[in-house]
């Protein structure tokens, strides 16, 4: 989902969700559970993929609705579909509130942050934004799969049942497909991450620059945030940094009192076993940069 596509952040609600373990009569009195109820469901078996709802009321289903997906969506893509069409038919409804029940914990998690970027996930806000325009309601609730609950129960056989199932509109599928997209990258990226820390790891070269950035993930993220520059400063290879500082001790025992204020600053002994903790932190890591940067200056000039 492209940044310009986002809500503004006035418009930003949390869609958050509560923990229903059963159906049974003291849980349903416990949570005030009152109006209608849709329970949601997705399925893959055997590259087929569907997502059926189910809407109740007074114990009974009413009606009930399936799709049918891409053989290329996930499990994770048809519960949350589910839940957008549930969104959907409560916005269409009459109905002053709904319940909706997924036993999906990944789909509903998702939707607690205020700020989504899969396309299905920001379609279900934008929905329930729209509702609570209207002056209704909605509450969404986790509820356990395989409880014995007839609702939940009803809508995994609907989803399953993969003869009967409808296809969804085409600008539906084009959500999907891009969230379909968004997973792929994600995978790609992920694996390409774990070769190059491989190769991070195994080269006979960037010794120091390890010391400092164990992984290359956070390496990328540091030097994007922190705007960082690799200093080159003139320096015979045999001698290090070390080497050229204790040669001059008078310059060194300078290094070493800006050293005591700095560790005194961000309240931590700075040793090589810490380098990579100072640096994630934030109010350690600006003191610590400064600081290595003079060092970088005088390793420079005194080496001349």
Known sequence: MAFNDSPHPSE??????????????????????????????????????????????EGKERKFCTFRLESHNTVFQ????????????????????????????SSLDLLRSPAVTHPLAAEIMRCLRDIRTQGK??????????????????????AKNLNTLFCPQEKDAGRLQ????????????????????????????????????????MAKRFCMTEGFTYSRPNLDRSRGFCVVLK????????????????????????????????LEKGKSRKPFLIFAARVARVAAIRNK
């Open 12 to 57: 930003l609600i949390l869609a958050d969700n509560e923990c229903l373990e059963d159906m049974k009569p003291d849980s349903v009195e416990s949570f005030h559970l009152i109006g209608p109820q849709i329970f949601t469901d997705g399925s893959r078996i055997e590259g087929k993929v569907g997502a059926a709802l189910s809407w109740w009321n």
């Open 78 to 105: 048809s519960e949350l579909y589910a839940l957008y069409r549930a969104v959907r038919m409560v916005g269409e409804s009459k109905e002053e509130g709904v319940n909706i029940l997924s036993d999906s914990r």
């Open 137 to 158: 309601w909605v509450r969404l609730f986790w509820l356990r799969a395989h409880a014995g609950t007839p609702g939940n129960k009803r809508a995994d056989e609907l």
């Open 178 to 217: 891009q969230g379909a997209n968004l997973i792929h990258k994600g995978r790609i990226r992920e694996e390409t991450i774990a070769i190059w820390q491989a190769r991070y790891d195994a080269s006979s070269t960037g010794s120091v620059t390890r010391t400092f950035l164990s992984y290359v993930r």
């Open 247 to 278: 040669q001059f001790q008078a310059q060194g025992l300078l290094l070493l009192r800006e050293r005591i204020d700095l560790e005194i600053e961000i309240q931590q002994k700075v040793d090589k076993s810490a380098l990579q903790e100072i």
